[in-house]
């Protein structure tokens, strides 16, 4: 079902504009609550300032808030920001680590945002599960649970590391386009082997099709005429 998906989304891939793996970092944190396009419109001029670890480490917080102002929750996301910065300057001399406790252990950062860099940037292979992942993993029967870490673990059992990233990658945007919460379920291809498709859409079609039965309610002094032979 995975690679069915990713012939439904060729050349999937994270949507965040990045050409390190410090920026992805950066791009995940402030993705938050936000939108992949949101964040690409801000992240070029904060780039261009904040080029690496040192540099962001230096920022004031209120100039910082005002270059994140747009992507929300900017107040958070500048001291997630700074804390990150400062701690990989004194614990990994300015570089992201490759290791996902590591990654986690950085302000702002959590498994979710640690799988993105991992897979996109540092050639480690990671599952990001986020809201799209979830509804698209338990619709299709590939998953079950609201739970991100079990989920992802349920995943990555199943598959081959190599998948993890393109798993994620291709749920996500299946989540985005087709697999909305009002699912285009007409323009999915895995809608034959999807648990949702089978037991909820097309049960309700059929009973949609199925004429309903007529019959006297009790009560009703109405005469049924018959045909005569």
């Not at 965040?16 to 791009?27: C, G, I, Q, W």
């Not at 005002?66 to 500048?78: A, D, L, P, W, Y």
């Not at 910065?85 to 945002?113: F, I, N, W, Y």
């Not at 870490?149 to 749920?171: H, M, N, R, Y």
């Amino acid at each position: 079902m995975i690679e069915t998906l990713a012939i439904q989304h060729p050349n999937a891939d994270t949507e965040l504009h990045y050409r390190n793996a410090f920026e992805l970092l950066v791009a995940t944190i402030l993705s938050a609550q936000s939108t992949d396009a949101r964040v690409n419109m801000v992240t070029p001029k904060l780039f261009a300032k904040y080029p690496d670890a040192a540099a962001l480490a230096r920022a004031k917080q209120p100039s910082l808030e005002k270059q994140i102002v747009s992507t929300g929750f900017f107040r958070q996301k500048s001291k997630a920001l700074l804390g990150m910065a400062k701690a990989l300057l004194s614990e990994h001399g300015g570089q992201v680590p490759a290791d996902m406790d590591a990654l986690t252990k950085l302000p702002g950062v959590g498994r979710k945002t640690a799988n993105v860099v991992l897979g996109h940037a540092l050639g480690v292979p990671g599952l990001p599960v986020d809201r799209h992942v979830l509804r698209v993993s338990n619709r299709i029967g590939i998953a079950e649970g609201d739970d991100p870490v079990k989920v992802e673990a349920q995943i990555c059992g199943a598959l081959p590391k190599e998948l993890w990233t393109l798993a994620s990658d291709v749920q996500i945007l299946h989540g985005r386009r087709i697999c909305r919460p009002k699912p285009m379920c007409h323009d999915c291809m895995v809608r034959d082997d999807c648990d949702y498709y089978e037991h909820v859409v097309a049960r309700e079609a059929e009973r949609a099709s199925t004429p309903k039965k007529s019959r006297a309610k009790p009560g009703d002094t109405r005469r049924i005429r018959t045909s005569a032979h």
